[in-house]
């Protein structure tokens, strides 16, 4: 599938927005992203797998914590700078 696709089909559930939006400003870990989104941990952590599915997060494991962080900054940089764009037309 192509990964333009991934990240859009991403973009179009609000909390994986937020998450990726988040990230954009750079590694998080789930407790992090939890108080800043204001969602549940649970509803968070399903977010955060649907974007590693995607192809859009990777994440590492310290101590007892995992952090995330965008997998290609620059590919998902882009993609959300045409989404901008097209909004404004």
């Given at each position: ?6 990240i ?8 994986r ?69 097209a909004?404004?037309?």
């Open positions: 599938m192509d990964y333009r696709l991934d859009l089909k991403a973009l179009s559930d609000e909390t927005l937020n998450i990726i939006l988040l990230l954009l400003k750079g590694e998080k870990n789930v407790l992090n992203i939890v108080s800043n989104i204001k969602k549940s941990q649970p509803n968070i952590s399903i977010a955060l797998k649907k974007l590693q599915y995607a192809g859009i997060l990777e994440s590492r494991k310290e101590h007892n914590r995992v952090y995330y962080r965008l997998k290609d900054l620059e590919r998902i940089s882009n993609i959300l700078e045409l989404v901008k764009n909004q404004k037309e």
